[in-house]
């Protein structure tokens, strides 16, 4: 059970960032201001802190400065303000993950398990490597010569799937049947969709590499190793 102390002025996304991680099993404790969170980690011992940016007697940036004289533990903020100053500005300050609200949070639950789980070193599942490619399935992670991206739940998904059958081309329809699992008539724009974004992401991180191949009229295929 990973321990989270959440910091938001804002009740509703309290309650709401709350029962959502109760019910994936964290031990969630909260604070409404930055006085009382500083208060919290002094005395708890927490595996994360979820941390609004914007509260009135002291913004999340500076309860993350004081926070790093006291743990190194994961924090992720939250955010209106997802302009990449204010990303920056985070960052500098000590901060492991910036996420704009509004936000999934399927999504806030798997950035958080990840950092929570790199800090603590933990390692889980089976890891897909292609050269400097690497697929994590425990960690639900993508990295290329260490350096990993973000990807959402569908992503991952489509990507695993594509990467655990290397070289077998799949249909949209098959895609669909394997991976996405909603209405036909809703699934397959999003898989055309899902699957543009999961390529986007896989040439920022390695652009010298081509690891999904679109295959005219009968749907992609995943090549393990493709330079440009």
Known sequence: MYRVLLVDDDPHIQATNEAYLKKQ???V???DNGSDALAIATTAALDAMVLDVDMPDMDGVSVCRRFREL?????IFLSAYAQTDDRIRGLMAGGDDYLGKPYSLVELELRLRL??????????GDVLQFGPLEIDLGLREVR???????FTTLEFDLLAFLAQNPGQVFSYEQLHNEVW???INQGLHNIQVCMARVRQKLERL???????ETVRRKGYRFRPQERS
């Open 71 to 75: 743990s190194r533990v994961p924090v």
């Open 29 to 31: 404790y909260r604070a």
């Open 115 to 124: 950092r929570i789980q790199r800090h603590l070193h933990v390692s889980t």
């Open 206 to 212: 390695c652009p010298d590499m081509h690891y999904i």
């Open 181 to 183: 699992r909603a209405p």
């Open 144 to 150: 290329y010569e260490g350096e990993p991206t973000v």
């Open 25 to 27: 099993g964290y031990q």
